[in-house]
Nanobody
Framework: QVHLIESGGGLVQTGGSLRLSCAASGRTWSSYIMGWFRQAPGKEREFVAAMSRSGGSIDYADSVKGRFTISRDNAKNTVYLQMNSMRPGDTAVYYC???????????????WGQGTQVTVSS
């Protein structure tokens, strides 16, 4: 497994931007698919974005496509989620996850961070 720590959450106004970071530790980190999920109060955890080991394959949820960008720096053991044009509906706890297979299914990821709160005010 990989140990993950998210940072960068906070309060932002509608239309604003935030960048989340996920620092990973573990000898085989760079071999994992990296994903971002989010969970709003009273809702299930949902897929946001995922990136392959090389960065050549990227997937986004329709709700964030064109606004969010996932990237990774394997040399720094860090994955990022740049969030632009944010909306109140983006308010959630955001989780970084690592797994062996690129998927939108959260149960296929075997390592999770503790989450970071993102709040978008209207």
């Amino acid at each position: 497994q990989v140990h993950l720590i998210e940072s960068g959450g906070g309060l932002v106004q509608t239309g604003g931007s935030l960048r989340l970071s996920c620092a990973a530790s573990g000898r085989t980190w760079s071999s994992y698919i990296m994903g971002w999920f989010r969970q709003a109060p009273g809702k299930e955890r949902e897929f946001v974005a995922a990136m392959s080991r090389s960065g050549g394959s990227i997937d986004y949820a329709d709700s964030v496509k064109g606004r969010f960008t996932i990237s990774r720096d394997n040399a720094k053991n860090t994955v990022y989620l740049q969030m632009n044009s944010m909306r109140p509906g983006d308010t959630a706890v955001y989780y970084c996850a690592a797994g062996p297979i690129s998927s939108r299914l959260r149960n296929l990821y075997d390592s999770w961070g503790q989450g970071t709160q993102v709040t978008v005010s209207s």
